[in-house]
């Protein structure tokens, strides 16, 4: 793919990704789904795509999809703390506690993990400390 093909690529990600936080701000889960599938096309090696499906689908209630979905996206992004902490976070609402909080834990190991401190707060806030 030449740099004004992948450069394209990646503004039609960005779009559908803005698309699928405001399906999901409407609970719209279909289409917000719908968008991460088509960022996916548009940049399917971006961390993000999949990590914000895990997070519609664990804003939905459907647990199981969403744990299987970020599992698979933070294996594949080693790198990247959110596919762990979204992951982290199905976990813990799924009433699988123990695996939450060692996905959590093991999330603050990760390269960028100082940019999601408050979540990750957030979470243990409510998960530990509680």
């Not at 719209?28 to 961390?47: T, V």
């Amino acid at each position: 793919m030449n740099d004004t093909n992948q450069m394209q690529a990646e503004t039609l990600a960005q779009h559908q990704l803005k698309c699928a936080y405001l399906f999901l701000d409407q609970e719209a889960w279909e289409d917000a789904l719908q968008a991460c599938e088509l960022a996916k096309e548009s940049a399917p090696e971006h961390f993000l795509p999949d990590t914000l499906k895990g997070a519609i689908l664990t804003a939905k209630g459907d647990f199981k999809e969403a744990i299987k979905v970020l599992r698979v996206a933070a294996k594949r992004h080693p790198e990247n703390a959110l596919p762990q902490i979204y992951l982290a976070e199905a976990l813990l609402l799924s009433g699988a506690k123990p695996q939450g909080l060692r996905q959590l834990e093991q999330a603050q190991s990760r390269q960028d993990a100082h940019l999601h401190t408050e979540v990750m707060g957030l979470l243990h806030e409510a998960f530990v400390d509680a």
